[in-house]
Every structure is written in structure tokens, then in C-alpha cells.
């Protein structure tokens, strides 16, 4: 999945992406074998998950550079908040599982390492530091969503894959591609990819993705 021109360097970079995107979770997900408890408990870590991701994105707003950049990490924000959290509270409702409980929700470690890494890389770094480390984030579950849904799927957790793999979010994935590059670009010029700057950068990308990795293995 090419998402923009920097994404794809970086994932190319990183030793543990096809850890993160091709998981024996995410091959359970798509035949409909994910035990029922394993995708509850992804969900209700995932939703804790998310809400540090907003804070982290609106961090990003808070660094951002200008007014375009603001107003693209201000849309993610807004979906963090108004589409994926409900996701997230319509299908464990369905389930029994209030919105009481999910925010009561103890953080695992795997949970606890990724996103106080992303809003540390925030707050010690600068815009381009904190895109780096959430860009696997977005641009991986964009690229399951999408493979997912085009090799077929069970319809178990159809809901889950079609979100991801659906239009709206296919629409900000590009979006934050295209940040991405255009930060890069005013910041550190056409190139960018044989500066140190670069390598630092392709760094933080790296372990998040290590990170993201990790998370698969929290609802065992
Ligand atoms: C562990 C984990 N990693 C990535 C995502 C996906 N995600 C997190 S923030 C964000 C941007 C706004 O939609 C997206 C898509 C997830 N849900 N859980």
C-alpha cells in the first residue's frame, strides 16, 4: 500500500512491520477463528489505546506548523473521538460491556509502553518527531483494512475490517500521508531522506511499529 512517498521508505525501513500487519491475530480476524474473548479484550485495551492517541494528536495540533497542518491533525482528532471510540463502545455494547467498564479498563503493559512512547516522542521532540512515531498507527491499519478487505473475509468481524478498509478511512490515511510528506518537505527540504534528521526519524517510525507489533500479543 503506497501512502505518500515518505511512509513507504520508513515502512521499508522497519525491521518488525510484517510482524505488525501480518499477525496470527489478524489472520484469525479475517477467517472468523478469533475467539470472541481475545477480540473483547483487543477491544477494550484498544479503547484505552485510543484515547492516548487523541491526546497524542492533539498534541500534534499544538505543534503543528501552520494552519493546514493544524486543521489535518485537528480531523484526526476528530475521528479518534466521534468514530473509532464508538466502534469501539457500539460493539462492546453488543456484547454486554458498558461504557463504565471499558474505561475502567487496566492498562497492559504492551498498552502502557506504545502510547506513552508516542506521547513522549511528542513532547521531548518536534512535529516531525511525533508524526514519525504515530504514522504506523494509521498507515498500518490502513494497509490491513485494506488487504483485508480485498482477499475476502468471515463476516465474524466484518464490521471491524470494513471500517479500516472503507473509503472514509482509506480518505485519511492519504490525508495524513500527505501531511506527512508536506512536514518533511517544508522542514527538511528535497533531501530529506540523506539527512541525520532522516535516520532519527526512521528510528522512531521503527519502534513504534516494534511496539505496534507488541500490542497483537495482549489478548493472547
Ligand atoms: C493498537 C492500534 N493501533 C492503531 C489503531 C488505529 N488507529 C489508532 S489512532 C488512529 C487515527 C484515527 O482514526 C487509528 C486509525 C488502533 N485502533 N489500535
Redesign the pocket.
Known sequence: MNYGTCFPRWRAGAPDWDAYVRTPFLRSLADGSLPRHAFLTYLAQ?YV??IH?ARA?SLAVAKAGSLPEMRACSA?VH??LE??TRLHLDLCARAGITEAELTATVEAPQNLA?TRYVLEAGYSGDFLDLLAALAP??L???EIGARLLSEGHDPAYAEWIET?GGTD?QA?CHGTAALIDGAVASRLGPQAPALPRWHQLQDRFSTATRL?AA?WTLAG
Open positions: 484498544d489505546f485510543l492517541f494528536w484526526t475521528a479518534l468514530t473509532e506504545y498507527c494509521v498500518g491499519y490502513g479500516y478511512y485519511l505496534e500490542f
